[in-house]
Nanobody, 120 residues
Framework: VQLQASGGGLVQPGGSLRLSCAAS????????MGWYRQAPGKQRELVAT???????NYADSVKGRFTISRDNAKNTVYLQMNSLKPEDTAVYYC???????????????WGQGTLVTVSS
């Protein structure tokens, strides 16, 4: 699975951005999809995940501000980020759990990362 993320950029505090990540390639199914981020000097952390049944999970730091969604027809996961804060500045990575064939084990794929900078 290849992942192409887009939508990062520079935004002022309080602003909004929408990240997208499209999966392509050969696969039998895509299960969980998610977004992670890594700020300078810090470890990568979970931001939000969404299951194939659209159950969602969020980091406490983004609850009520970020919304994760997916379009299964387009094999794409989105992250709508509102009320952005300077501490949201990070490289955001998408992650997909997928199976190549119905009998294959689940594999994890990562996108290339997209930079989000929140600054005035």
């Amino acid at each position: 699975v290849q992942l192409q993320a887009s939508g990062g950029g520079l935004v002022q505090p309080g602003g909004s951005l929408r990240l997208s990540c499209a999966a392509s390639g050969t696969f039998y199914s895509i299960n969980n999809m998610g977004w992670y981020r890594q700020a300078p000097g810090k470890q990568r952390e979970l931001v939000a995940t969404i299951t194939s049944g659209r159950s969602t999970n969020y980091a406490d730091s983004v609850k009520g501000r970020f919304t994760i969604s997916r379009d299964n027809a387009k094999n794409t996961v989105y992250l709508q980020m509102n009320s952005l804060k300077p501490e949201d500045t990070a490289v955001y990575y998408c992650n997909v759990q997928s199976r190549t064939f119905y009998y294959s084990p689940m594999t994890s794929s990562w996108g290339q990362g997209t930079l989000v900078t929140v600054s005035s």
